[in-house]
């Protein structure tokens, strides 16, 4: 069964240096993987999505992330943090064949001035 | 487009009330899925229909709660009595299915709702 893991809850940086969020992936076929974003008292919303057409993915907000079959990872990274993404992000990964999703624990991600 | 749509966004009620969460997916969508989001728990899959039938309510905790989806526009999930323990987050989000998508390679992606965040005391 697909299912994604996500370590640790809470993800520290300061204003200007690199995010990193990690995601590790199982999946006995190529998987479908995504990453989302919640702002405090909002719904989740796309960051970027994985579908094999290339292994970097490039998404919203200067968020990309890098597909890595033989770490079995997708983990997100930005080069330069901003206040403003601050909030917590997930990822999933596509579970059957009916659109189904199964999302990670999510991370928070704080961001110092 | 509008968006997924959910009311009430905020709802406080007694143990023991019914309460009924209602959520209007993005037109021309197939599929609608009900999310709960806890700090214990995170988010989890509730029950997902695929053009309005049901498809997977194996997350649905108890009896307590039902989901109807009556047409294409329209979903409530409901929770008749409800508890404490229920106090959560509700998100509606719907997607397209993976045939209806013009790439080869199908994106699944689901647009959230706002959520509705229901309190019972």
């Known amino acids: 069964a697909q299912s994604v893991t996500q370590l640790g809850s809470h993800v520290s940086v300061s204003e200007g240096a690199l995010v990193l969020l990690r995601c590790n992936y199982s999946?006995?076929?190529?998987?479908?993987l995504f990453w989302y974003v919640q702002y405090p008292n909002q719904g989740l919303q796309l960051l970027l999505k994985?579908?094999?057409?290339?292994?970097l993915v490039k998404g919203i907000n200067g968020f990309e992330a890098e597909f890595k079959k033989s770490e079995t990872s997708f983990h997100l990274t930005k080069p330069s943090a901003h206040m403003s993404d601050a909030a917590e992000y997930f990822c999933?990964?596509?579970?059957?064949?009916?659109?189904?999703?199964?999302f990670g624990k999510g991370i928070t991600l704080s961001v110092r001035p | 487009d509008a968006g997924v749509i959910q009311s009430p966004r905020h709802e406080v009620t007694e143990m023991g009330q019914e309460v009924t969460l209602r959520c209007k997916p993005i037109?021309?969508?197939?599929?609608l899925f009900w999310y709960r989001q806890t700090m214990m728990r995170g988010l989890e899959l509730l029950i997902y229909?695929?053009?309005?039938?049901?498809?997977?309510d194996s997350g649905m905790p108890e009896d307590r709660f039902s989901a109807k989806m009556p047409n294409a526009s329209f979903s409530t999930l409901k929770i008749q009595p409800s508890e404490p323990r229920d106090s959560a987050v509700y998100f509606c989000?719907?997607?397209?299915?993976?045939?209806?998508?013009?790439?080869?390679?199908?994106?699944?992606?689901?647009?959230f709702g706002p959520g509705t965040r229901l309190t019972v005391t």
């Open positions: 989000a719907s997607s397209l299915a993976a045939h209806r998508l013009d790439s080869k390679r199908p994106a699944y992606e689901q647009y």
């Open positions: 994985y579908t094999s057409a290339a292994t």
């Open positions: 037109s021309g969508h197939d599929y």
């Open positions: 999933a990964v596509v579970t059957g064949a009916n659109s189904k999703l199964t």
């Open positions: 229909f695929n053009n309005n039938v049901p498809i997977d």
């Open positions: 999946s006995s076929v190529p998987p479908y």
